[in-house]
Every structure is written in structure tokens, then in C-alpha cells.
């Protein structure tokens, strides 16, 4: 159909004033006095709605008025400056078609409503101010993460989400299977015979793409993988979902330095792209959702990360002990609480810790020549904790194998990983950054439930 | 690092000619004579390499001579134009230093290996020349297809990947669970208990995000996902995989011929994008896998796609039934063999073929005014058969009841679908682009095998 997104209306005022156009959307409010009626229309293409104003001139105006709030029209009309209004212009109608009718037991009416009372209508939450601002932030930022790398000539690489490894025992995971539960296939003595599910074996969804985007990144140097992880933990908080987006780039001949610097400008990047992108989004967030955040995000922008060991951070700590429900010493891993204080009370700007002792990261991470501690980063940010978690890799194949070793690994499981060691190693690095936390440090959005389109996390699976 | 791309070695001619860089990279092959030897060195960032010449003025000559393909290596010299030769320019070495070796028995030696045999080796098979042009080609066709969104202001939403409702019916589905399989909790009569499972009732991995997007595109106009998608059919074909990943725009005030215009505007899009971007992958694709690919593709993008009624089409293919292994007649489903007859032999070009009777179409496709057929279109290609399938969607709630009522399709199941109807139902359409099959047509790749980096298909499921 020929309709002018609003969207344009606003990018191109001075092309549309005094000009006829057609919209198509959805009314946010309607009012009408006995001659004239308003109608507040959003399309969705862009943050602000569009005002019209329609007369008793018009046939079908007793019957326009009648409509619901989220009732869907066509409007044809011309574009009048308004100088001195809320809105920089309006559209005098000609026609309101109405394309279709909203029942009066529509949910979202014209008032205030909770985060709570929106989650319980995933399927219609979408047309309200916030979380349109929420899911279009969420798709520039997606954006701006693929555009970061891939002009930097990494690699998109799909690692899979049905997998028949663990990874690094990185979390609890869901099992998939065809195999009818009513009547689970069973061998002789009695086991779940896997021979009868669809791959032959047990498999389970991913919690990490990273031992297979490794394996990517031996061939083309930089890749990075943005794709559902899934975690089967039984944690209700606001900041864990079952299902969840990660970005996992992998940098081969780079060691944690690069790979903190890679990190420190992918955030930058992705922060100025929806602040210039998502301008009238980002003014919503700052005035109803978190005062300050601008000036936040601007100032993450503006500074260089801080930097510190993990020996230094806890040496830092342990002097505020007395303010901790756990209590820090050398060996013990970051709590939220220890990582918020860091970044927020300390650094006041996100923070990148380093060189975590070995026994609280994970096997794949290259250990120091002190021979205690590993090449691991986290970075911290204000109001979140944990963003991203980062490491250099051991690429001594013999090292690795004594870690996996003394961690009583299955290295025969993990022979696609050593053979990286054994054909080219290279010094090589990653990160991880968990996109919905993204998304809640950009909107300062609270709830993870509040930045997924429908959210699942434990006992929830609507729609 | 401060390392140089050899893609900025190739893209920037002038600007390294005479300089002294620093290039790190794995040995495709290497050879050498008494007193002078030849590294062909490839580091992930172009698909060419880069030829090193060192000799024995290194005081590692004897060392470097012996290490064997797949090495890697760190090379600092002089970039010297080298005109007349296969290369424009080489590397004339005063340092080589190893990185990491590779053990004789590295799998990928200088020769032609079947891709049979590479798929056996889905961890290294990148790093040969198909495979790396491969997975960059589908790198840069996901971009792709971001950018043509992004710039059309279409918003990218992420539906879930575990799913309580099974969308269409459009195939067998996986079942995600935490129970356990050994021992599956039954209730006292005997039925799995499922308040027992992690989300409280059965869900599975989706087949299609389709549902869930439409309830976005009533917020946003247009939108678009692009995220994996799972069938559990044991179908062992070339062109089925059990994960692959899917690209679904949904957009409002838009009919059946707005959503071919799109598609058509997509592809057109994609491949004019690849071919620019990917010149040197495309070239070997052109040469070594399809002759006459680039030809095609380049066709594809200069001529408008075919538009038949399914009614014509089948009135065209009954002409040459003693062709087909399966005879067409009104109101059956095309095979592959038909759709490639028609896109092949007929058209000679991409075709869209439209209105196909409702029987053989899902639930939620708009029905026409004869009552007999829906707005649906599925565009055809060459080599592939249907690469696209989309429609209009019914928009009006009584018609669509209807349906499911003949269908006998749970209506409870689908509240949040029908409410789209109930409030401010417009006109709107959407199609579905099975990203695998786009890349199998970009590259000229025969098996959807070798354009996933871990196929998963019936039986298999490695690392």
C-alpha cells in the first residue's frame, strides 16, 4: 500500500508540510467535541504518534468517534505546521478509513500500566510507549553489534544450538529429544535407549557457543557468533532468563589486552550507535524509565574503562567488608554485590577485573606464568554487575590437557577443541556479552522479563 | 597485535608497497630449495594469500623448512610488487617466527579432499579454500540481510526458540524438558507429570517464529526475525537439516503483492550485496563448484521474477506430466520437480506462484474472494525449487474461527493470535526465507551439509 510512514512525516518536515498524504496505524487515544475529533496515531515506525484532526465535514465522522483505543485507520489528509503546539505539526483528514475495530475490552486503554500487569500480555505490550522504546532499542543495538564487527571483517559464524557436549559445564542445561515420554525407549538392562531418539545420543541445547566458534576462528582469525544460549537454572531474578541472546566474539593472534580493548570498543560503539539511532527512545528512557542514564551512557563513552587485577580488586574490597553479606578474601569469587561496588562506588564507570585464580574460571582459560592465576576479564558496569566475561585461551596443548586432567575432564569428548592445540595454535581470546543484559544497561530497563519478546524463565513459557 | 590483514595487503596495494609489515597467519603450503624457501600463507581475512619468500639468511631456515601445512606463523618483511607473477606482490621475510606447530598427521594436506571426507572433519574444514569461502559468503549474506531491513527502518525481534504452542503444524517438533529420562515423573494415573518439568507443562523447539512476529508487526508495521529453527523430520535429503536458521518478516497495510515485492526487493538485495562484497569467494564458486553461477546470479538481479496462479501454473505443468514422476492436476501439492520445472524450464528465472488452494496451505493464509484459494505465493529458483514461502495473512476473525474450526484446531491455544483480529486487525502479510537454501543458491553448494558449520540432520549431531 502507498502509505507515508510517520517516521518520514517527522525526518522530513519540510518536504511534507502543506502536502496530501495517506497514513495507516493504530490509535493511542481519540477525543472529539461535537464538530471536530482528534486522533493520536502511532504506525510504529516511529517513537512520536502523529495527531489528526478530523471534522463533522467527514461522512463517517459519529462513527470514527465511536472507535477504540487500538482500533486501526487509513488516513488521507494534508500535513499543517503547528507552530507552538506539543507537536510540531498535524494532519487536517479528508478521509479516516477505519481498516479494523478495537472491542472495548481492550487491555491497553489510556492510563498507566505496571511492568507486571504488561507481562501477563506479551502478545500486545509492544504498542505501549515503553516497550516500544525497549524492543526498537533492542534492534538498533542488534544491529549496531553486527555492524561493529563486520566492519571489522570478523566473521558471522552460527554455531549450534542442539549440541552433544557441555561445553564447559557452564550451567544447568535442557535436554531435547523425540522420543515419547509416555513411553520412554528403554535397552535391555533397563537404560534410556538413546539409540531410538533422533541423533542416536543424548543431546541438550547449547549454554555456549565458544568451543565451536573457536574452531572458526583458526580459519578466518576474527569471528563472532549472536544466537540463543539456554540455561535450565532454577533462578528466579531479575536478570536471568532461560532463554537468552549471546554475542561470543573469538580473536586469534590476540592476547587479553586485545581482548579487552575489542570489548571496551564494541560497547562504546554500540552505546553511541542507539544514542544517535534511538534519540526520542533514549529521551523516554532518561525522563520515565531511569533519570540520569544519558549522561551515563555518555559518560561510558567519553572515559577509558578502568582496569584492575582481581588481587588488586580484592585488596580494594576487603577494606569494605563490613558492607558485604559475603565477605571477600583472595580465592573467593564476585558476588553482584562486590562487582556493583567495584564499578559504581569505586570506578564509577565500567571496569574491567583481571586475572582471576584459576579454580573459579573456567579450563579453557590460559594460565599465568604465576602458574595461580588465569587470563580471564570481567567487565563490570554500573548498575548491572557482570556485562561481559573474557579470557585468553591456553594454547599449550600440554597445559590444557594437564587442566582438563586435573578437573577430571573426558578429554576424548573434547578432541575437536585439542586438535587447535595440535594443527597451528595460536595465542587467541574472547568474550562473551549476554545481549538482554545489553539491552537492560542501554534502556535501564530492570527486569530481563522487560527486554525479551516473550521471556522464559522457570515455570514460564507463554505463547 | 599489531598485525597487518593481508586483506589490507590486497586492498591496499599502493600503500604497503616497499613497507615493512608484520603479518601472522597458517601455511596452506610451503617448499623450499637449498638456500631459499616458500611460505603461502593464509590468515583467515582474504580469500588470497600471501606468498613469503625467506631464505636462508634467517638464522631459522632449517627450522621453518621443516614445519608442515597448517602451521602457524609470524612474519615481519618487506611487501615487494611482483609483476608478471601469479601474485601482484610477495613478502620478501627478514623474520619467521612459529607461533604453533602442526603434527604430521594434520588432516588437511595440500590436495584435493572430497566433501564427503571434510565433513567428517567439521572443526578444520574451514580452513580450506571452499569452506572458507563458504562460511564468508554466508557471513556477509546475514549482514545482508540485516542492512536490507535495518535500512527499510524494520524492526528485528527475537522470538523464542522454546515454544509451548506448535505454530503451524508445520512439523515435527523436539521436546525440551529437565526431566528425567530414566525415571520420567508420572502422575498417579500413570501420565508424564509435567508440573514436574522446568516450564510446568510440554514445550518444544519452535518450527517457526511466524505467530509470535505478527504479534510485533501490529506494533511496529514491519518487522522481521532471524533466528534457528528446528524440524525433527527424518528426512535425509540434501536440502533438509534438523536446525537451520530462518528469516520471517511480518508487515502491516501490506497485501499479497507487497509481500512478493519484498521478497523479490531481498533477494535481489542479498546477491547484488555478496557479489560486491565477496568478489574473490564468488570467482571460486564461479570456477571450482557451478559454472555459470555469477551469470545466473547477475540475471537474477537485472530481470523482474516471474508472477503465475497457481491455476496457470498447473494448466502449464499438465502439458509435460510425462515428465514428472508425480502428474500434477488441480489441487495438489508441487513437488520439487515441478517447482524446478517451472523456475528452470519455463521461466528461466526466479518465479512467484500464487493463490494456491487452501487445502494444501496452513490455517492462517488469507482466503480469496472464490473461496477456494488462498493469498499465499512461494517464490521458485533455479537449482533449488521453493526458496520462499510467504502469504497474506486472514486478517478477519470471523473467517479465520472459521477455519480453525474446520481444521479442528484448538481455538483456546491461539488467543493471543486471534486478538490481533479483535484489536485493530489490518491488512498483512509476511513470508518465511530458509536461510540455508539462500546460501546454498548463493554459493552454488549442492548439500544444506556443507553450508551449516555443525549440520545437525537425522543421526548426527557432532560437537
Same mark, same amino acid.
Given at each position: 500500500?502507498?502509505?507515508?510512514?510517520?517516521?518520514?512525516?517527522?525526518?522530513?518536515?519540510?518536504?511534507?508540510?502543506?502536502?496530501? /498524504?495517506?497514513?495507516?496505524?493504530?490509535?493511542?487515544?481519540?477525543?472529539?467535541?461535537?464538530?471536530?475529533?482528534?486522533?493520536?496515531?502511532?504506525?510504529?515506525?516511529?517513537?512520536?504518534?502523529?495527531?489528526?484532526?478530523?471534522?463533522?465535514?467527514?461522512?463517517?465522522?459519529?462513527?470514527?468517534?465511536?472507535? =477504540?483505543?487500538?482500533?486501526?485507520?487509513?488516513?488521507?489528509?494534508?500535513?499543517?505546521?503547528? %507552530?507552538?503546539?506539543?507537536?510540531?505539526?498535524?494532519?487536517?483528514?479528508?478521509?479516516?478509513?477505519?481498516?479494523?475495530?478495537?472491542?472495548? *475490552?481492550?487491555?491497553?486503554?489510556?492510563?498507566?500500566?505496571?511492568?507486571?500487569?504488561?507481562?501477563?500480555?506479551?502478545?500486545?505490550?509492544?504498542?505501549?510507549?515503553?516497550?516500544?522504546?525497549?524492543?526498537?532499542?533492542?534492534? #538498533?543495538? @542488534?544491529?549496531?553489534?553486527?555492524?561493529?564487527?563486520?566492519?571489522?571483517?570478523?566473521?558471522?559464524?552460527?554455531?549450534?544450538?542442539?549440541?552433544?557436549? *557441555?561445553? !564447559?559445564?557452564?550451567?544447568?542445561?535442557?535436554? /531435547?529429544?523425540?522420543?515419547?515420554?509416555? =513411553?520412554?525407549?528403554?535397552?535391555?538392562?533397563?537404560?534410556?535407549?538413546?539409540?531410538?531418539?533422533?541423533?542416536?545420543? %543424548?543431546?541438550?541445547?547449547?549454554?555456549?557457543?565458544?568451543?565451536? #566458534?573457536?574452531?572458526?576462528?583458526?580459519?578466518?582469525?576474527?569471528?563472532?557468533?549472536?544466537?540463543?544460549?539456554?540455561?535450565? !537454572?532454577?533462578?528466579?531474578?531479575?536478570?536471568?532468563?532461560?532463554?537468552?541472546? &549471546?554475542?561470543?566474539?573469538?580473536?586469534?593472534?590476540?592476547?587479553?589486552?586485545?581482548?579487552?580493548?575489542? @570489548?571496551?570498543?564494541?560497547?562504546?560503539? /554500540?552505546?553511541?550507535?542507539?544514542?544517535?539511532?534511538? %534519540?526520542?527512545?533514549?529521551?523516554?528512557?532518561?525522563?520515565?524509565?531511569?533519570?540520569?542514564?544519558?549522561?551515563?551512557?555518555?559518560?561510558?563513552? =567519553?572515559?577509558?574503562?578502568?582496569?584492575?587485577?582481581?588481587?588488586?580488586?580484592?585488596?580494594?574490597?576487603?577494606?569494605?567488608? *563490613?558492607?558485604?553479606?559475603?565477605?571477600?578474601?583472595?580465592?573467593?569469587?564476585?558476588?553482584? !554485590?562486590?562487582?556493583?561496588?567495584?564499578?559504581?562506588?569505586?570506578?564509577?564507570?565500567?571496569?574491567?577485573?583481571?586475572?582471576?585464580?584459576?579454580?573459579?574460571?573456567?579450563?579453557?582459560?590460559?594460565?599465568?606464568? *604465576?602458574?595461580?592465576?588465569?587470563?580471564?576479564?570481567?567487565?563490570?558496569?554500573?548498575?548491572?554487575?557482570?556485562?561481559?566475561?573474557?579470557?585468553?585461551?591456553?594454547?599449550?596443548?600440554?597445559?590444557?590437557?594437564?587442566?582438563?586432567? !586435573?578437573?577430571? &575432564?573426558?578429554?576424548?569428548?573434547?578432541?575437536?577443541?585439542?586438535?587447535?592445540?595440535?594443527?597451528?595454535?595460536?595465542?587467541?581470546?574472547?568474550?562473551?556479552?549476554?545481549?538482554?543484559?545489553?539491552?537492560?544497561?542501554?534502556?535501564?530497563?530492570?527486569?530481563?522479563?522487560?527486554?525479551?519478546?516473550? %521471556?522464559?524463565?522457570?515455570? =514460564?513459557?507463554?505463547?
Amino acid at each position: 500500500m502507498d502509505l507515508v510512514d510517520i517516521r518520514a512525516l517527522f525526518e522530513e518536515q519540510e518536504k511534507y508540510a502543506g502536502q496530501k /498524504v495517506t497514513v495507516g496505524g493504530w490509535i493511542r487515544s481519540i477525543r472529539d467535541s461535537k464538530a471536530i475529533g482528534f486522533i493520536v496515531l502511532n504506525d510504529g515506525t516511529y517513537f512520536k504518534p502523529l495527531q489528526i484532526v478530523y471534522s463533522d465535514a467527514l461522512s463517517n465522522f459519529a462513527e470514527i468517534s465511536k472507535l =477504540n483505543v487500538g482500533a486501526a485507520v487509513i488516513a488521507t489528509g494534508t500535513i499543517v505546521a503547528t %507552530p507552538g503546539a506539543k507537536q510540531p505539526f498535524e494532519m487536517q483528514a479528508e478521509t479516516v478509513e477505519i481498516e479494523g475495530q478495537s472491542t472495548a *475490552d481492550y487491555p491497553l486503554q489510556k492510563k498507566r500500566h505496571t511492568l507486571e500487569f504488561l507481562r501477563t500480555i506479551p502478545h500486545l505490550r509492544a504498542r505501549t510507549n515503553t516497550f516500544e522504546a525497549v524492543f526498537k532499542v533492542r534492534s #538498533v543495538a @542488534a544491529y549496531a553489534i553486527h555492524s561493529f564487527f563486520q566492519e571489522r571483517n570478523f566473521v558471522y559464524v552460527h554455531t549450534p544450538l542442539i549440541t552433544g557436549s *557441555d561445553c !564447559e559445564g557452564a550451567g544447568e542445561m535442557f535436554q /531435547v529429544t523425540t522420543m515419547d515420554l509416555n =513411553n520412554v525407549p528403554k535397552t535391555e538392562d533397563g537404560a534410556v535407549d538413546y539409540s531410538k531418539d533422533f541423533f542416536g545420543k %543424548p543431546v541438550n541445547l547449547t549454554v555456549s557457543g565458544q568451543l565451536n #566458534v573457536e574452531t572458526y576462528a583458526f580459519a578466518f582469525k576474527n569471528v563472532y557468533t549472536f544466537g540463543p544460549t539456554f540455561r535450565a !537454572e532454577n533462578s528466579n531474578t531479575t536478570r536471568h532468563a532461560a532463554e537468552f541472546w &549471546m554475542i561470543e566474539p573469538e580473536m586469534c593472534f590476540a592476547d587479553l589486552k586485545d581482548d579487552c580493548d575489542t @570489548a571496551e570498543a564494541m560497547l562504546k560503539y /554500540v552505546i553511541s550507535y542507539v544514542l544517535e539511532h534511538c %534519540p526520542e527512545e533514549m529521551a523516554f528512557f532518561n525522563e520515565f524509565i531511569d533519570k540520569g542514564l544519558i549522561d551515563r551512557l555518555n559518560n561510558v563513552v =567519553n572515559n577509558e574503562f578502568g582496569r584492575i587485577s582481581y588481587t588488586e580488586a580484592i585488596e580494594l574490597l576487603e577494606k569494605h567488608n *563490613d558492607k558485604f553479606d559475603y565477605k571477600v578474601s583472595w580465592g573467593c569469587d564476585l558476588q553482584t !554485590e562486590h562487582e556493583r561496588f567495584l564499578t559504581e562506588e569505586i570506578f564509577k564507570k565500567p571496569v574491567f577485573v583481571t586475572d582471576y585464580p584459576k579454580e573459579i574460571k573456567a579450563f579453557y582459560m590460559k594460565l599465568n606464568p *604465576d602458574g595461580k592465576t588465569v587470563a580471564a576479564a570481567d567487565c563490570l558496569v554500573p548498575g548491572i554487575g557482570e556485562i561481559i566475561g573474557g579470557s585468553q585461551r591456553e594454547d599449550d596443548l600440554a597445559i590444557l590437557e594437564k587442566r582438563m586432567d !586435573e578437573l577430571g &575432564m573426558k578429554k576424548d569428548e573434547y578432541q575437536f577443541y585439542l586438535d587447535l592445540r595440535k594443527y597451528g595454535s595460536v595465542r587467541h581470546a574472547g568474550f562473551g556479552l549476554g545481549f538482554e543484559r545489553c539491552v537492560m544497561y542501554l534502556t535501564g530497563m530492570a527486569n530481563i522479563r522487560d527486554v525479551e519478546s516473550f %521471556p522464559r524463565t522457570v515455570g =514460564n513459557c507463554e505463547l
